[in-house]
């Protein structure tokens, strides 16, 4: 069973950077997509970031030249380096993980890491 473990939330004051990381295991199939989505108090979850298999990334518009996601080479780990905070930054951020095989279609979710941004 595919397992994600996000780690680096914390404490930050606006204007800090921060760095989540999340290490991925029992990935036996290929790989589509690993990303981050973050859902703030009393809001609904959203696309924050993702990076394909070849490499491509996107990002949300709020987030678009202050956070960077990356690959580690062996496609275990995925970062998402987030710079110049603000205080709507401030939610839990999941990790996530699409992909295939043969037959089937794979989804998984970390259990999600708070970063907090204080004003």
């Known amino acids: 069973q595919v397992q994600l473990v996000e780690s680096g939330g914390g404490l930050v004051q606006a204007g800090g950077s921060v760095r989540l990381s999340c290490a991925a295991s029992?990935?036996?199939?290929?790989?589509?997509?690993m990303g981050w989505h973050r859902q703030p108090p009393g809001k609904q979850r959203e696309l924050v970031a993702l990076i394909t298999d070849g490499g491509s990334t996107n990002y949300a518009d709020t987030v678009k030249g202050r956070f960077t996601i990356s690959r580690d080479g062996a496609k275990n780990t995925v970062y998402l380096q987030m710079n110049s905070l603000k205080p709507e930054d401030t939610a839990v951020y999941y990790c996530n993980v699409r992909g295939r095989d043969r037959w089937h279609r794979y989804e998984s979710w970390g259990p999600g890491t708070q970063v907090t941004v204080s004003s």
């Open positions: 029992g990935i036996v199939f290929s790989i589509d997509s």
